[in-house]
């Protein structure tokens, strides 16, 4: 249509309106496509007797099962571009815009044959019948164009022209009365009282030019125009009215009447109007294409032919002015308990092209209500909601109907109601569950037994705790039937320390939810405490033993179990080194024994393994292998520099230090603190060959200490000696 390329439209005239299909296909929601035509341009559509027709691009094409599927039958139309049908009696007439001009078919399209004598211009675009005669509007292709009258079914053809426009596109006719109405697409509309022989045009109220089909409903002539809508004349054409509210495509490209309605096609979708004109609403939901060619329909549904879609269909019904569809025909709420309600809701759609008014919404019984209950208005394809209520005041099956009284057919409409009123009961085998002590780490087990002793189903929606101490299975949707029972399994896991206590909540839908049962329970968990962080031996002579006590103590709340005790020289050894077990502000003592087998400083550690928090717990042995005394009575001096550790070690405030000198030497004793810094120093001079032992009295504060010895032999300075040993004063 954009640039005023010429149109092909569908002819709308009465005598297509009045077939009747006996193949009526189940109602639609929407538009559906029909199936087997190919995706072609359908310029126009028309009913005759059982069979439905379509004019395409591509020829005619027909269906006689109500569009379900569609066979071509061209055989002797030689020009298939097909802008028009027209059905006189029995007699089918194909208008062609490709210089074929008229074809007629008297077997319903099997076979055509050219009716064009005296059809100087055959380049049609629109017919029309009136009793015997048939008419037929032409484009102007260098022949004038205009309009052509047949008395004898096409045989031949008189031009009735008279007052047309010389050159001229007629692209729509209609009938009304004795009259005979002719749109052009640049000159308006045409008025004949006399059979077409002299034409008058009657544009006054149009806006433009452009008219692209007519239609009549009655006395009522309408006229669509390409950019300006629709315009309806109530005087015969003498004047027009533009009628274009709810239209929103001004660009009208057909007409069509069914019954009271009126439908227009546009480039952009499809509309109706129930008012001759005075509102329209949009119909073309379920369309893949907006453009709609052309219209027709059988008494059971109304086709639309779109631009390179092909045909689409949808029930009359759907076009009612007011229609009731409810969302669901029942509602059944199920068991509900006495006392209690539910809800439910219906949803209630106009699926007419009118207001639908629900007057009253109502129900017999009281154990059933519907809201809003009166006053309802619903639009076209808008819905209202109605909440619906389940009261049982009794135990047992409950029935009712929701009715509503509206302006639809078949009103009063009906949902059917039902449900059933129960009183179930919770019972539980136990009003508290208690874990006792639980130890740090595991996990604890008990059960719930729970029964219905009501009637109905008992339905636990779920169970919960509140900590994440406690845990029930199964939590959630439950249903337990009367007099059975279900077994609950609780868990107590032990995270912490510390009496723990919860409720376990059944949430459900008898009387008294939710129902609590308290739980308790208590973590328990040992402490390993020892008497000694370090133990310390001093020197202790090689071939000897010494022994320690350490005791253990267990400061917690449950039993604590060793395991092993571990030492990793042989020289330290532990009793018991076995299995043992304290109970909770229980003791034992272990004896640790220091037996060196050489002489030298001795470190090890001795590892308690248990099931207390920060096993193994460890406490320090040091020792220092001291010569015997055989070795210095054998010897009576030493044979080689040494230094002892110092004894006590740890001491307050006093200790020993002991060396030996193998030769005459210059000898420095010195004490360091961590810092290296010197704080006493006991030797400082030369001596002769032996043993030497030096008190220190600390007079100092508690800490790691270090004592150096330097010693140089005065007859041979090579002959050196330096050790450095620690020591801890504790005060």
Same mark, same amino acid.
């Given at each position: 249509?954009?640039?005023?390329?010429?149109?092909?439209?569908?002819?709308?005239?009465?005598?297509?309106?009045?077939?009747?299909?006996?193949?009526?296909?189940?109602?639609?929601? &929407?538009?559906?496509?029909?199936?087997?035509?190919?995706?072609?341009?359908?310029?126009?559509?028309?009913?005759?007797?059982?069979?439905?027709? #379509?004019?395409?691009?591509?020829?005619?094409?027909?269906? @006689?099962?109500?569009?379900?599927?569609?066979?071509?039958?061209?055989?002797?139309?030689?020009? @298939?571009?097909?802008?028009?049908?027209?059905?006189?009696?029995?007699?089918?007439?194909?208008?062609?815009?490709?210089?074929?001009?008229?074809?007629?078919?008297?077997?319903?399209?099997?076979? *055509?044959?050219?009716?064009?004598?005296?059809?100087?211009?055959?380049?049609?675009?629109?017919?029309?019948?009136?009793?015997?005669?048939?008419?037929?509007? @032409?484009?102007?292709?260098?022949?004038?164009?205009?309009?052509?009258?047949?008395?004898?079914?096409?045989?031949? *053809?008189?031009?009735?022209?008279?007052?047309?426009?010389?050159?001229?596109?007629?692209?729509?006719?209609?009938?009304?009365?004795?009259?005979?109405?002719?749109?052009? *697409?640049?000159?308006?509309?045409?008025?004949?009282?006399?059979?077409?022989?002299?034409?008058?045009?009657?544009?006054?109220?149009?806006?433009?030019?452009?008219?692209?089909?007519?239609?009549?409903?009655?006395?009522?002539?309408?006229?669509?125009?390409?950019?300006?809508?629709?315009?309806?004349?109530?005087?015969?054409?003498?004047?027009?009215?533009?009628?274009?509210?709810?239209?929103?495509?001004?660009?009208?490209?057909?007409? !069509?009447?069914?019954?009271?309605?009126?439908?227009?096609?546009?480039?952009?979708?499809?509309?109706?109007?129930?008012?001759?004109?005075?509102?329209?609403?949009?119909?073309?939901?379920?369309?893949?294409?907006?453009?709609?060619?052309?219209?027709? #329909?059988?008494?059971?549904?109304?086709?639309?032919?779109?631009?390179?879609?092909?045909?689409?269909?949808?029930?009359?019904?759907?076009?009612?002015?007011?229609?009731?569809? #409810?969302?669901?025909?029942?509602?059944?709420?199920?068991?509900?308990?006495?006392?209690?309600?539910?809800?439910?809701?219906?949803?209630?759609?106009?699926?007419?092209?009118?207001?639908?008014?629900?007057?009253?919404?109502?129900?017999?019984?009281?154990?059933?209500?519907?809201?809003?209950?009166?006053?309802?208005?619903?639009?076209?394809?808008?819905?209202?909601?109605?909440?619906?209520?389940?009261?049982?005041?009794?135990?047992?099956?409950?029935?009712?109907?929701?009715?509503?009284?509206?302006? #639809?057919?078949?009103?009063?409409?009906?949902?059917?109601?039902?449900?059933?009123?129960?009183?179930?009961?919770?019972?539980?085998?136990?009003?508290?569950?208690?874990?006792?002590?639980?130890?740090?780490?595991?996990?604890?087990?008990?059960?719930?037994?729970?029964?219905? /002793?009501?009637?109905?189903?008992?339905?636990?929606?779920?169970?919960? @705790?509140?900590?994440?101490?406690?845990?029930?299975?199964?939590?959630?949707?439950?249903?337990?039937?009367?007099?059975?029972?279900?077994?609950?399994?609780?868990?107590?896991?032990? /995270?912490?320390?510390?009496?723990?206590?919860?409720?376990?909540?059944?949430?459900?839908?008898?009387?008294?939810?939710?129902?609590?049962?308290?739980?308790?329970?208590?973590?328990?968990?040992?402490?390993?405490?020892?008497?000694?962080?370090?133990?310390?031996?001093?020197?202790?002579?090689?071939?000897?033993?010494?022994?320690?006590?350490?005791?253990?103590?267990?400061?917690?709340?449950?039993?604590?179990?060793?395991?092993?005790?571990?030492?990793?020289? &042989?020289?330290?050894?532990?009793?018991?080194?076995?299995?043992?077990?304290?109970?909770?502000?229980?003791?034992?003592?272990?004896?640790?024994?220091?037996?060196?087998?050489?002489?030298?400083?001795?470190?090890?550690?001795?590892? !308690?393994?248990?099931?207390?928090?920060?096993?193994?717990?460890?406490?320090?042995?040091?020792?220092?292998?001291?010569?015997?005394?055989?070795?210095?009575?054998?010897?009576?001096?030493?044979?080689?520099?040494?230094?002892? &550790?110092?004894?006590?070690?740890?001491?307050?405030?006093?200790?020993?230090?002991?060396?030996?000198?193998?030769?005459?030497?210059?000898?420095?004793?010195?004490?360091?603190?961590?810092?290296?810094?010197?704080?006493?120093?006991?030797?400082?001079?030369? &001596?002769?060959?032996?043993w030497y032992k030096v008190s220190w009295i600390a007079d100092v504060s508690t800490g790691i200490y270090f004592y150096r010895i330097e010693a140089v032999g005065v007859a041979d300075p090579n002959n050196n000696f330096v050790q450095v040993k620690k020591m801890l004063l504790l005060k």
């Amino acid at each position: 249509m954009n640039g005023e390329e010429p149109m092909r439209n569908i002819v709308h005239f009465l005598f297509s309106m009045f077939v009747v299909s006996n193949n009526v296909s189940p109602l639609l929601a &929407q538009w559906v496509q029909t199936g087997g035509l190919p995706i072609t341009n359908i310029y126009s559509l028309v009913v005759s007797g059982a069979n439905l027709f #379509a004019g395409t691009d591509n020829g005619v094409f027909r269906s @006689t099962n109500n569009g379900t599927s569609w066979t071509r039958v061209n055989s002797g139309l030689h020009d @298939t571009l097909v802008n028009a049908l027209g059905v006189s009696g029995t007699n089918l007439f194909a208008g062609t815009g490709e210089g074929g001009g008229v074809f007629l078919s008297t077997n319903n399209g099997t076979s *055509w044959t050219a009716a064009n004598s005296g059809l100087t211009t055959p380049y049609v675009h629109s017919l029309a019948v009136r009793g015997t005669d048939l008419f037929a509007g @032409t484009e102007d292709q260098g022949t004038g164009g205009g309009v052509f009258l047949s008395t004898n079914n096409g045989t031949s *053809w008189t031009a009735t022209s008279t007052g047309l426009p010389t050159r001229t596109f007629i692209s729509a006719l209609a009938v009304s009365g004795t009259n005979l109405f002719a749109g052009t *697409w640049s000159g308006g509309v045409f008025l004949s009282t006399n059979n077409g022989t002299n034409w008058t045009a009657v544009n006054s109220g149009l806006t433009n030019m452009k008219a692209t089909s007519l239609a009549v409903i009655g006395t009522n002539l309408f006229v669509g125009i390409f950019g300006g809508g629709v315009f309806l004349s109530t005087d015969s054409a003498a004047s027009w009215t533009a009628v274009n509210f709810g239209l929103t495509d001004t660009r009208v490209i057909s007409l !069509f009447v069914r019954d009271t309605n009126l439908f227009a096609g546009t480039f952009s979708g499809l509309f109706i109007s129930t008012n001759k004109g005075t509102s329209w609403t949009s119909v073309d939901r379920g369309l893949t294409s907006p453009y709609v060619r052309s219209l027709g #329909a059988t008494s059971a549904h109304i086709f639309a032919g779109i631009d390179g879609g092909g045909v689409w269909r949808r029930p009359m019904s759907d076009f009612q002015p007011q229609l009731f569809d #409810a969302s669901s025909p029942s509602i059944s709420f199920g068991e509900v308990v006495v006392g209690s309600n539910k809800k439910s809701s219906v949803y209630v759609r106009s699926t007419g092209i009118g207001v639908l008014k629900i007057d009253s919404a109502r129900t017999s019984s009281k154990e059933f209500a519907v809201t809003p209950h009166s006053m309802v208005s619903i639009n076209p394809s808008d819905s209202a909601k109605f909440e619906v209520d389940f009261s049982p005041t009794s135990v047992g099956a409950k029935s009712d109907t929701a009715w509503f009284i509206d302006n #639809a057919p078949g009103s009063p409409h009906m949902v059917a109601l039902t449900g059933v009123g129960i009183i179930p009961k919770l019972f539980s085998s136990s009003t508290v569950l208690s874990f006792g002590n639980g130890a740090l780490g595991l996990v604890y087990k008990d059960s719930i037994y729970v029964k219905n /002793t009501g009637s109905g189903t008992l339905r636990i929606d779920s169970i919960r @705790t509140k900590t994440i101490a406690f845990a029930i299975t199964p939590n959630n949707n439950v249903n337990i039937n009367a007099s059975d029972s279900l077994k609950f399994i609780v868990t107590f896991t032990v /995270t912490s320390t510390g009496a723990k206590n919860d409720t376990v909540s059944f949430y459900h839908n008898a009387i008294g939810s939710p129902y609590n049962i308290p739980v308790n329970g208590t973590g328990v968990a040992p402490e390993f405490s020892s008497s000694s962080s370090a133990i310390s031996y001093g020197d202790v002579l090689v071939g000897s033993s010494k022994k320690d006590s350490v005791y253990l103590k267990n400061i917690g709340s449950a039993l604590l179990k060793i395991d092993s005790v571990r030492t990793t020289s &042989q020289e330290f050894a532990v009793t018991p080194n076995r299995s043992v077990t304290i109970n909770p502000s229980d003791s034992l003592v272990c004896i640790v024994t220091f037996s060196p087998l050489s002489t030298g400083a001795k470190n090890d550690t001795v590892s !308690f393994f248990d099931n207390a928090v920060g096993s193994p717990h460890k406490i320090p042995l040091s020792g220092n292998g001291a010569m015997t005394s055989a070795e210095e009575q054998d010897e009576g001096v030493p044979r080689e520099f040494l230094l002892s &550790q110092n004894f006590p070690n740890p001491f307050n405030p006093s200790t020993t230090l002991r060396y030996g000198v193998p030769i005459t030497s210059r000898v420095r004793l010195l004490i360091y603190n961590t810092l290296g810094q010197v704080v006493a120093e006991l030797v400082d001079g030369e &001596q002769a060959r032996g043993w030497y032992k030096v008190s220190w009295i600390a007079d100092v504060s508690t800490g790691i200490y270090f004592y150096r010895i330097e010693a140089v032999g005065v007859a041979d300075p090579n002959n050196n000696f330096v050790q450095v040993k620690k020591m801890l004063l504790l005060k």
